[in-house]
């Protein structure tokens, strides 16, 4: 009987050694000539907890972020398009911005209240007319520029 606690509870902690996480922050990527830098980070927070946001740079996915996650990398220069979308909600949220090289670039994505409330006022309904009339800036998520400092 001892013997058969001790197998069980080998297993269990054998499987719950494949449960850690990585807990440490993107690394800073160096800007390449020429190009620019970009970060986005999507604090936790409860109200679209489980799913993933997706992040587009010019029509081209450059991330899908989980809550609490972050995404760091080069950027080219000139006129940038970032949108965020999600599969579980209509719309889309746009931003537009003129990269520099040499520049840094700093943004969050955060949960877009307005829709969550058009939802549970007029359900159906209400994210159809959320999303028809926000366009380019309806969606379940937002994105804003962080100022810099």
């Given at each position: 009987?001892?013997?058969?606690?001790?197998?069980?509870?080998?297993?269990?902690?054998?499987?719950?050694?494949?449960?850690?996480?990585?807990?440490?922050?993107?690394?800073?990527?160096?800007?390449?000539?020429?190009?620019?830098?970009?970060?986005?980070?999507?604090?936790?927070?409860?109200?679209?907890?489980?799913?993933?946001?997706?992040?587009?740079?010019?029509?081209?996915?450059?991330?899908?972020?989980?809550?609490?996650?972050?995404?760091?990398?080069?950027?080219?220069?000139?006129?940038?398009v970032l949108t965020v979308t999600s599969w579980s909600s209509p719309g889309?949220?746009?931003?537009?911005?003129?990269?520099?090289?040499?520049?840094?670039?700093?943004?969050?994505?955060?949960?877009?209240?307005?829709?969550?409330?058009?939802?549970?006022?007029?359900?159906?309904?209400?994210?159809?007319?959320?999303?028809?009339?926000?366009?380019?800036?309806?969606g379940a998520f937002q994105i804003t520029a962080v100022p810099s400092s």
């Amino acid at each position: 009987m001892t013997r058969t606690i001790h197998v069980i509870l080998l297993l269990l902690s054998t499987l719950l050694a494949g449960c850690v996480t990585d807990q440490s922050m993107p690394s800073a990527v160096a800007i390449g000539p020429g190009q620019a830098a970009i970060a986005i980070t999507r604090p936790s927070a409860w109200y679209g907890a489980a799913l993933a946001v997706d992040i587009d740079a010019n029509g081209s996915k450059i991330a899908s972020l989980e809550s609490g996650g972050s995404y760091t990398g080069p950027l080219p220069p000139g006129p940038v398009v970032l949108t965020v979308t999600s599969w579980s909600s209509p719309g889309r949220y746009v931003i537009r911005f003129n990269a520099q090289a040499g520049k840094r670039y700093a943004f969050v994505v955060s949960p877009r209240n307005e829709q969550m409330a058009a939802t549970a006022i007029g359900g159906v309904i209400g994210l159809a007319a959320d999303t028809a009339a926000n366009g380019e800036t309806s969606g379940a998520f937002q994105i804003t520029a962080v100022p810099s400092s």
